[in-house]
């Protein structure tokens, strides 16, 4: 089977590196998977989360067009409810203007955040607890339509092409919006594992075509860490654990290193936590990573696999892609 791979990126912040480091990677990194074959590159909304550094993908989405030459770069995604949908029009339409044909826009409705910094982007709690996502998405799609000159609120330039709109979710309701708007659907498996291959057929099943998109299409977005041997990628492996222990235990930190998480010491709760992250991850040699990507790839029917590589070491994530572009013969 041969599937296009692509690049979820967060921008890891590693235990022990400075915030901005974990920005400067994200462009060698994405220069690095351009040459070796990857489809897209997309960046995430996340915010006061001390192990993320993606918090702007609308800046460095032009950052790592610039530094690339083949990738589609885009959003994944953008957070609508913590923005104005005048205004992502605008900055989509000028990031197509600079680097046309080769921008995305992937849309979520999640706040990427806690309460409390969701409230801090959205400035009303009226907002923060009402479902503004359907008038929000119409209001996005109205000004990615062509221009009309009577219109005094215009999304300009003009005179660009709407970049492909992808609707992210990791349940069936993000499934039947992308469906009924006739997008693309990106499913984040790493988030919700158990509902990926249902939210996925609720999308094919229910999919209308439209001026953006003729046919359904799915990209299954996954975590991987691949290395040279299972042993290896085990030890990366517990960094993940540990940040998934904190992060779900309300203390989120920046990135642990494989020493620091092997040497943790885990109550029985947190314990159970660090079990029940493996489900959210695929970690293994290039050949067992392939066939796990592979079996959920076509349990989704997905068109395409989009991989979140989260490590401490930047020479690590970057090994793990290298491995995977060998792997599948990208």
Known sequence: MSIPLSVLDLSPIAAGSKDSEALTNTLDLARIVDRLGYTRYWLAEHHSIPSVASTAPEIMIGHVASVTERL??????????????????????????????????????????????????????????????????GELLHYFRPPDTDESIQAIPRDVSTPPIWMLGSTQDGAQIAAAL???????????????????????????????????RVILALSAICADSSEAAAELASSLELAWVRLRSGKPAPFPSPKEALNYQYNDWERQLARAARAHFTAGSPDEVKARLLALADLCQ????????????????????ELLAQSFQL
């Open 302 to 321: 997905a068109d395409e696999i989009m991989i979140m590589t989260m490590a401490h070491s930047h020479a690590a994530r970057i090994r793990s892609y």
């Open 182 to 216: 006739g997008v693309g659907f990106a499913f984040a498996h790493h988030i919700n594992p158990d509902s990926a291959e249902y939210a996925t057929q609720v999308y094919r099943s229910m999919f209308k075509s439209s001026p953006r998109l003729d046919r359904p």
């Open 72 to 137: 589609r770069v885009g959003a994944g995604g953008i957070m609508l409810p913590n923005h104005s949908p005048l205004r992502i029009a605008e900055e989509f339409r000028v990031l197509e203007a600079l680097h046309p044909g080769r921008i995305d826009l992937g849309i979520g409705r999640a706040p990427g955040s806690s309460q409390a910094t969701a409230l801090a982007l959205r400035r009303s709690k009226d907002r923060l607890m009402s479902d503004e996502f359907p008038e929000l998405i």
